[in-house]
């Protein structure tokens, strides 16, 4: 099906390890996003990409590591987890044409313990 | 500190009544709003939106209704169904920029 797909769905890790959370998107979306859901706070942006190879901070980058090498991947690495990195990371994607909704993946529990 | 905010973090309603979800921004050049809805173990989805040359939108069961002056938002779902029962977050965007602020969502529960 066509859409938006993140993997994996739950990760559980350790303190200081690395992982990367997946995104895909089928649309050829120009713009692609990464938010952290937590409670209280809603969802709040960490990175965002305009296009491959352009990539920008959000709200809360540090801690995280884009890329984004073809339009429809744009993996988010976490180099060296810690306790306020558990969170619900959510990936979504929209067109280049202004004033169109983000359409979101469902998302990837992590926990690091 | 957010610029989005939802204050309101629950709200039953009885089936087949009125739900009103507010959201207040602090951003006087945010001028493009949304509202999605989000489901337990799902990704948030696209529900409404208005920009700020208008003062309502509507799509069927679902109005936004945007007062720049008070710089408030709000979503009326009339009849309510059990279905809608869901987390609601606002958003809002200033026009050609990519960054979206959220809420931090209101639960909503339509009763039977």
């Known amino acids: 099906d066509a859409g938006i797909t993140q993997s994996p769905r739950y990760k559980i890790t350790e303190t200081g390890r690395q992982v990367t959370l997946m995104c895909h998107q089928t649309?050829?979306?120009?713009?692609m996003f990464w938010y952290r859901q937590d409670l209280g706070h809603g969802l709040r942006l960490i990175y965002y990409?305009?296009?491959?190879?352009?990539?920008d901070k959000g709200e809360v980058p540090d801690g995280y590591v884009v890329s984004r090498s073809k339009t429809e991947n744009f993996p988010l690495t976490l180099e060296s987890a810690t306790r306020s990195q558990t969170s619900v990371y959510f990936c979504?994607?929209?067109?280049?044409?202004?004033?169109?909704?983000?359409?979101f993946g469902d998302g990837t529990r992590l926990s690091i313990l | 500190d957010q610029q989005v905010k939802q204050n309101s973090p629950s709200l039953s309603v009885q089936e087949g009544r009125i739900s009103i979800l507010n959201c207040d921004y602090t951003?006087?050049?945010?001028?493009?709003f949304l509202w999605y809805k989000k489901y337990p173990a799902e990704g948030p989805t696209f529900l409404i939106s208005?920009?700020?040359?208008?003062d309502k939108n509507e799509d069927g069961r679902f109005t936004v209704f945007l007062n720049k002056s008070a710089k408030h938002l709000s979503l009326h779902i009339v009849p309510s169904q059990p279905g809608d029962s869901a987390v609601y977050f606002c958003?809002?965007?200033?026009?050609?920029?990519?960054?979206?602020?959220f809420g931090s969502g209101t639960k909503l529960n339509v009763k039977p």
């Open positions: 958003a809002a965007s200033v026009y050609g920029f990519n960054k979206f602020y």
């Open positions: 649309w050829s979306h120009s713009y």
């Open positions: 979504a994607s929209r067109s280049r044409t202004d004033n169109q909704p983000q359409h």
């Open positions: 208005i920009s700020s040359i208008k």
């Open positions: 951003n006087s050049m945010f001028d493009y």
């Open positions: 990409s305009a296009a491959a190879d352009i990539t």
